[in-house]
């Protein structure tokens, strides 16, 4: 595996469920961030880690919780999800210093019905 | 607040033709300013990194530029190909920071 992967691809939930993204990169990298792309809207900027560490909450719902147990990895804890919350959630990572290039994953299509 | 433009939303162009596409913004103090290419339902390919120190940057038939007191960016494309057709965003760096702001992307069809 190369760059940065994200798993799964697509994903159908329900309100009531509990689900997690997962996010891997494979760069080397100490930042780690996640973006939310709705239909008609900017990507926004939801979280973001440095050397594990939240840097970033960007006034997101309590109801995405993310998790960064090391520099490869990022998960998104779903509960309880609104069905506005559909869009393509992105995962992207950079070397770790302030303005870096950022480098993304393909994203996760999320659907709540 | 910082605010990214791009304009046009759509574009559509015979293949061979040069084009631009505009990217503005409305705080001058960014660390630097990213263009990034997506296909439909995918994920993000970044194309261009520039600095705010540089005017601009090139890869290929991909051409960006800035200007940082005008708050604008161009990404210039050369002899358009079907295979460029996707969206087009732009994102800026704001000083000191991880948090890129988008644009809400220019949608490029290059007809054969």
């Known amino acids: 595996e190369t760059g940065v992967t994200q798993t799964p691809r697509h994903l159908v939930m329900g309100m009531t469920n509990k689900k997690s993204l997962k996010c891997e990169q494979h760069?080397?990298?100490?930042?780690m961030y996640w973006y939310k792309q709705s239909a008609k809207k900017p990507l926004e900027l939801m979280f973001v880690?440095?050397?594990?560490?939240?840097?970033e909450n960007n006034s997101v719902p309590s109801r995405f919780s993310p998790e960064c147990p090391n520099s490869s990895h990022l998960f998104l804890h779903l509960h309880t999800l609104q069905p506005e919350d559909s869009a393509l959630y992105l995962c992207?990572?950079?070397?770790?210093?302030?303005?870096?290039?950022?480098?993304f994953g393909p994203g996760t299509r999320l659907t709540v019905l | 607040k910082q605010e990214v433009t791009q304009i046009p939303a759509a574009l559509s162009v015979p293949e061979g033709e040069n084009l631009v596409l505009n990217c503005s913004f409305t705080?001058?103090?960014?660390?630097?300013l990213q263009w990034f290419r997506q296909d439909p339902g995918k994920g993000l390919t970044s194309l261009l990194l520039i600095q705010s120190s540089q005017r601009e940057q090139t890869s290929g038939r991909l051409n960006a530029s800035l200007d940082k007191s005008s708050g604008r960016s161009t990404l210039y494309i050369a002899a358009s190909q079907p295979g460029d057709s996707a969206t087009y965003l732009c994102?800026?760096?704001?000083?000191?920071?991880?948090?890129?702001?988008f644009g809400s992307g220019t949608r490029l069809l290059v007809r054969p």
């Open positions: 760069l080397g990298h100490n930042a």
């Open positions: 992207a990572s950079s070397p770790g210093r302030e303005g870096d290039e950022q480098f």
């Open positions: 994102a800026a760096l704001m000083d000191s920071s991880y948090k890129l702001i």
């Open positions: 880690y440095s050397l594990e560490e939240r840097v």
């Open positions: 705080d001058s103090a960014i660390y630097n």
